[in-house]
């Protein structure tokens, strides 16, 4: 059973950063593409990156220059570096495994 947990949310102030993590069951090497999404209250879920297999990566302007998805293959996570968080960045984090697999999603709050 694949099974994908996010850690590593929490409150930030603006302009600091965070690092998420997506534990994936010793799977990160059979997704072709892995993700991360998020969720603000009151909006649809928006993609803000995402990685292949062979590792291509793709970031919404909104993101692009200060987020960086990862695949560490020793740890077998998926990772979301976030630097210079905006409040605007406020939102709950999933991961997500070839468009069909979802982790419970970690909160990001973004506050001074």
């Known amino acids: 059973q694949v099974q994908l947990v996010e850690s590593g949310g929490g409150l930030v102030q603006p302009g600091g950063s965070l690092k998420l993590s997506c534990a994936t069951s010793?799977?990160?090497?059979?997704?072709?593409?892995m993700a991360w999404y998020r969720q603000a209250p009151g909006k649809v879920r928006e993609l803000v990156a995402s990685?292949?297999?062979?590792?291509?990566?793709v970031y919404p302007d909104s993101v692009k220059g200060r987020f960086t998805i990862s695949r560490d293959k020793d740890k077998d996570t998926l990772d979301l570096q976030m630097n210079n968080l905006k409040p605007e960045d406020t939102a709950v984090y999933y991961c997500?495994?070839?468009?069909?697999?979802w982790g419970q999603g970690t909160q990001v709050t973004v506050s001074s």
């Open positions: 010793g799977r990160i090497l059979r997704f072709n593409k």
């Open positions: 990685i292949t297999r062979e590792g291509s990566t």
């Open positions: 997500n495994g070839d468009f069909l697999y």
